[in-house]
């Protein structure tokens, strides 16, 4: 595959510096190039600071802001990618070679910007799911809008053209806005589903650890 495409990377992080490392080593880690990584902080403090000031990014902000999907917004408005994934602090690519198994499905099945596809998330952080990989295939648009075929937002990889199609994340709609945001990306575009666990899922995030009722009244 021609290494011409750009990757942006967005991190949003919280008062997580333990999780927010182990993410800025993972993408440090990654083959694939061109890549740009961008992390948005909310404010975590002068030792979050000093972590980002001495990593090696493309851009990176550590100030209030109005929640987990603003921040969301922030950083895809900063990308400037032909591609945007979103890896959460806490969150990591499963092998060195995953952005690159991404970028190369995408590539493989048109432009690059203009689609969006998904794999596979390996739970970690959780004695009880540790290890449990998940997301389905294929992708069926009934069950995923009803939420019995989720998919693994943090395995998620976008063409910065459809994004800019589909608008912003909604920052009223709760912790399941990542839901609503796929469900209009796939009444664009149908995902391309990638035979690959492309990250590990950390089990201990705010949107792992609600009640299953909770998550399934957002999506309703």
């Known amino acids: 595959m021609p290494i011409d495409a750009t990757l942006s990377v967005v991190t949003i992080s919280y008062h997580d510096p333990a999780g927010l490392t182990r993410t800025l080593d993972s993408v440090a880690a990654q083959t694939y190039a061109p890549l740009e990584h961008i992390v948005i902080d909310g404010g975590s403090g002068p030792i979050v600071e000093k972590m980002l000031g ?32 979103l890896m959460h602090s806490g969150d990591c690519f499963a092998e060195p070679d995953s952005a690159a198994t991404g970028m190369t499905a995408l590539r493989v099945a048109g432009s690059l910007r203009d689609r969006w596809g998904y794999g596979r998330a390996r739970i970690v952080g959780d004695p009880v799911r540790e290890g449990i990989e998940w997301g389905y295939s294929p992708f069926e648009m009934r069950n995923f809008a009803l939420g019995i075929r989720p998919i693994p937002h943090q395995a998620v990889l976008f063409g910065v053209d459809l994004l800019r199609r589909i608008g912003n994340y909604d920052v009223n709609f709760g912790l399941a806005a990542d839901h609503l945001f796929m469900l209009r990306a796939a009444q664009v575009e149908l995902p391309i589903v990638i035979d690959a666990v492309l990250c590990n899922f950390d089990a201990g995030g705010a949107g792992s650890v609600r009640p299953q009722r909770d998550h399934f009244a957002d999506i309703r």
Do not use: E, F, K
Request: glycine share 12%.
């Open 54 to 85: 001495d990593a090696q990014l493309s851009y990176w902000q550590s100030r209030a802001d109005g929640g987990r999907y603003d921040a969301i917004n922030q950083g895809v408005d900063r990308a400037t990618g032909d591609v945007v994934w």
